[in-house]
């Protein structure tokens, strides 16, 4: 269930707002080149009778699924690893005058000398094909020329004679097939908001409050138990979302990307999220995988989970994530939805919205402008 709600409460970095549309628009074009060294981009490009070929992938606007050249930045204070693309890490150094950012988990600080040291990573490379232009669906990534005479990297939104959507909270959706993404070959990646097992004061908290809740015990590693005296008991463990930018007050589900850093904007509501864990029944030592994807059904920011205490034993590697969603927040872009699709038009769109430029603002791409499609 999503709820309607157009403000943002809240902003995904304490700096002041500058226009950075400039440096980041230019490699947000999800850009690819081709992987191998013996064969240009024009050669490759000429021979349609190619049937399959490698690309390399260049920039942030498919960030998390596919990486350009990117570094691994490590939180000192919470261990927790974020990857973030070379365009952005420059765009970050260029504007910045504080000398620091933050980790998006816990709030510690990157130091510009850290960010630069990072350990950096090569780009990711997917496989094209030529020939299946006509079986892409909605969800799969494809190849295409874009305005600038250079390669463009995205994911089917819609196909020829789709109709495209925007909710009230700024969700597109393909109206033609009930969903806002299908499933391919090269799945969205999840983005995570929590991280249990990495705090030392966690944001799940025992419910209710009371002798009940002395029982219950959580070790450093995040690893929650109870004792089995509390038989035919409910175990009930609340989390409450927070804001690191903002001295860890609650605020609502919101849309933060932690590979985003130095990127002033504003944060939006999100409408579902997934749990995952690992749980111990009360006859068994070995732990087991648990996960449940819900709807936001608590705009504060909340969401609870309850255990028998009688079969579980405890649990431990709480983490919460959310899934990619295509989103135009824009309140001017309003007015162009829905849109039908010619027989020869594609709406694409990249899995980091708030760096891609895609359909959404130049509108449905031809078919005579595709290359290829990920196999």
């Known amino acids: 269930m999503s709820f309607h709600r157009h403000q943002p409460d809240a902003y995904e970095t304490a700096a002041p707002e500058r226009k950075t549309n400039l440096t980041l628009g230019r490699r947000a074009f999800s850009q690819v080149l081709i992987a191998s060294a013996s064969t240009s981009t024009g050669l490759a490009l000429g021979c349609r009778h190619r049937e399959r070929f490698q690309v390399r992938v260049r920039g942030s606007s498919m960030n998390p699924t596919l990486w350009g050249h990117h570094r691994l930045m490590v939180c000192q204070s919470c261990r927790v690893e974020t990857r973030v693309d070379e365009s952005i890490i420059a765009a970050h150094l260029e504007k910045t005058t504080h000398g620091e950012s933050r980790c998006w988990h816990c709030g510690g600080v990157f130091t510009d000398e850290q960010i630069r040291t990072s350990r950096s990573f090569n780009c990711d490379t997917i496989s094209i094909s030529t020939d299946q232009t006509d079986d892409a669906r909605s969800g799969d990534l494809i190849v295409y ?73 959580r070790s450093k590693e995040g690893e929650w138990s109870w004792p089995r005296t509390l038989d035919s008991s409910v175990i009930k463990l609340q989390y409450q979302h927070r804001n690191v930018h903002r001295d860890n007050r609650a605020i609502s589900w919101s849309d933060d990307r932690p590979g985003n850093i130095g990127l002033s904007r504003q944060l939006y509501p999100i409408d579902q999220i997934r749990l995952t864990a690992l749980i111990r029944f009360c006859d068994q030592n070995e732990w087991q995988p648990w996960q449940h994807a819900c709807d936001v059904l608590d705009p504060k920011g909340r969401v609870a989970i309850r255990f028998d205490a009688s079969k579980i034993a405890g649990v431990k590697r709480l983490r919460i994530d959310r899934p990619v969603a295509s989103v135009d927040h824009r309140t001017d872009h309003a007015s162009r939805y829905p849109i039908r699709l010619a027989s020869d038009e594609w709406f694409v769109v990249g899995d980091n919205p708030p760096t891609s430029i895609d359909s959404r603002q130049l509108g449905p791409i031809k078919t005579s402008q595709i290359v290829g499609v990920s196999v």
């Open 145 to 217: 020329r874009n305005d600038n005479r250079g390669l463009s990297l995205k994911r089917i939104l819609g196909r020829p004679g789709d109709q495209i959507d925007r909710s009230a909270t700024g969700k597109l959706l393909n109206v033609t097939h009930g969903h806002s993404r299908v499933v391919s070959s090269h799945p969205p990646a999840p983005i995570p908001i929590d991280f249990d097992d990495h705090r030392c004061e966690s944001r799940w908290d025992a419910m209710p409050r009371g002798p009940k809740r002395n029982v219950i015990e």
